[in-house]
C-alpha cells in the first residue's frame, strides 16, 4: 500500500474524529472549570487525535516508513501516559469527594442500593439472555426428533428470560422499597442551604 492511500485514510480519519478532538478541546480552553482529571483526559485525547494527523502528514512528506511509524509509538506513549494520569487524578477526586459527602451527612445513613443494585440487576438481565440463547441452541441442536419444533423453542427461550426478568424486576422493587423506608426513618432536615 503507497503512503499516500495511507496518508488519505489517516486524514479522513482525523477529520471524522472531531466528535471527541474539539469537545476535548473545549474543556482544556475552560481552564479552571473544569476538573484537573477531565483536563488532562482531554490533553490525551487531542495527543491522541494529533498523532494521527502528523502521521498523515509524515506519510506525504516522507520516503522511509520508520519515520511515520516513530512518531505514531511516540504519540502513542504521550496519550497512553496522559490517560493513565487522568484515571489516577479522577480517583483521587472521587475520594476527596466522596470523603466531603461524607463529612457533609454525618449521622445520615446511606441509600440503600444506589450503585449494586443496578450491577445485579445488570447481571440478571445479561444472564437471562445468555440462558435463553444457550437453550434455544441446546434445542436446535437435538434436532428435529428431540427439538420438538421452532415454537416450542421459542416458548421454553422466552420462559427462561422472562423467569430472570421477573427476578431482576422484584430484586428492583425490593431495593426501591428498603430505600424509601429508609427515607421516611430519616428526620425531615428541609432544603439544603
Not at 4 to 18: E, I, K, N, P, R
Not at 37 to 46: I, V
Not at 116 to 140: K, W
Request: glycine share 10%; charged share 15%.
Amino acid at each position: 500500500m503507497s503512503h499516500t492511500v495511507l496518508a488519505v485514510g489517516a486524514a479522513v480519519v482525523t477529520a471524522s474524529g472531531c466528535v471527541w478532538y474539539l469537545p476535548a478541546l473545549t474543556d482544556l480552553r475552560a481552564g479552571a472549570d473544569r476538573p484537573l482529571s477531565r483536563r488532562t483526559a482531554a490533553a490525551a485525547c487531542l495527543s491522541g487525535w494529533t498523532t494521527i494527523a502528523s502521521a498523515a502528514v509524515l506519510l506525504l512528506v516522507a520516503e522511509a516508513w520508520w519515520l511515520p511509524c516513530a512518531a505514531v509509538v511516540a504519540g502513542a506513549a504521550v496519550t497512553v501516559a496522559l490517560r493513565v494520569r487522568a484515571a489516577v487524578r479522577r480517583r483521587r477526586e472521587q475520594r476527596e469527594a466522596a470523603y466531603h459527602w461524607a463529612r457533609l451527612r454525618a449521622g445520615t445513613p446511606p441509600p440503600a442500593g444506589t450503585g449494586d443494585s443496578r450491577h445485579v440487576v445488570a447481571v440478571l438481565v445479561g444472564t437471562g439472555l445468555l440462558a435463553a440463547v444457550t437453550t434455544a441452541g441446546l434445542r436446535v441442536a437435538a434436532g428435529p426428533d428431540g427439538g420438538a419444533g421452532w415454537p416450542r423453542t421459542a416458548v421454553v427461550s422466552a420462559g427462561v428470560l422472562g423467569l430472570f426478568l421477573a427476578v431482576a424486576f422484584a430484586h428492583g422493587r425490593r431495593v426501591r422499597g428498603r430505600a424509601r423506608a429508609d427515607r421516611a426513618r430519616l428526620p425531615h432536615q428541609g432544603p439544603p442551604v
